[in-house]
């Protein structure tokens, strides 16, 4: 009778044993499955400006184009091991605007997002402002400077602007994920989204935003940009703003 108790014990935790080591084999498949599929994400990151296109000149002498690669990398720099990020320059140096896309389209980047800091003759003018696309009218189409055939390898090449016409709508739920992240980080600024018809954004291929994160030309706006600590919250909500899209698209 002891011996069989014992034998029925014996078996009951061997039983444990093999489910719970199923359940974590699961667990950690899941995890790995789910780093894999959140590495294979890029996002490419723009710079506004760069050598000797500076930007905006705040009134203490800070430059547009060294806010937005400090920022740009900052948030490069929050989404390290998690998702791919590139940068369309990583230095001070000029990039041509529709080179820019061009990056992130062949890339195959999922998100594109381009960081500017903004510039007003309007001393009121201050905040942060997140940009989606909005497409030009009838006469206003634009097309891509450099040499694009209509006709590349049999295929119709689509004109600038109508690429990011299909994302308009995730444009503006990204912007909105990246608002709510920020204001999570950081109560320093008011952010307001609004839709634009910028070249930068028009012949991106994937879901795209312009962000200005306050005005250099507010003194107020260009002591906040100064604050390491403050850009650095700044980053912090356009990254999870970003990742807050993704789980929100794919799940
Ligand atoms: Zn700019």
Redesign the pocket.
């Known amino acids: 009778m002891g011996e069989r108790r014992k034998l029925h014990k014996c078996t009951s935790l061997l039983t444990l044993i093999i489910f719970l080591s199923i359940f974590l084999l699961l667990i950690s498949l899941k995890v790995k499955a789910k780093q894999r599929d959140s590495r294979s994400k890029i996002i490419v990151i723009d710079p506004?400006?760069g050598g000797y296109d500076k930007?905006?000149s705040g009134t203490g002498g800070t430059l547009?184009k060294d806010v937005?690669i400090a920022l740009s990398l900052m948030i490069a720099d929050n989404f390290s091991g998690e998702y791919t990020a590139k940068l369309t320059r990583t230095d001070d140096y000029q990039v041509a605007l529709f080179d820019r896309t061009a990056m992130a389209n062949q890339s195959n980047a999922d998100i594109f997002i381009s960081v500017?800091?903004c510039?007003s003759f309007l001393h009121s003018a201050r905040g942060i402002m997140i940009y989606y696309f909005k497409k030009l009218d009838e006469n206003g189409t634009v097309e891509a400077p450099f040499s694009v055939t209509p006709l590349q390898n049999g295929i119709i090449q689509p004109s600038w602007n109508s690429l990011q016409e299909s994302y308009r709508e995730a444009g503006k739920i990204l912007a909105e994920s990246i608002k709510e992240s920020i204001l999570r980080e950081t109560k320093l600024f008011d952010i307001k989204i609004q839709e634009a018809p910028l070249l930068v954004l028009g012949g991106a291929d994937m879901p795209a935003v312009l962000i200005?994160t306050g005005c250099l030309t507010n003194p107020g706006d260009e002591k906040k940009l100064n604050n390491k600590k403050t850009l650095q919250a700044v980053s912090r909500g356009i990254s999870k703003g970003i990742k807050k899209y993704f789980l929100m698209v794919t799940d």
Do not use: Q, S
């Open positions: 506004g400006h930007g905006v547009e937005a500017h800091t510039g200005e």
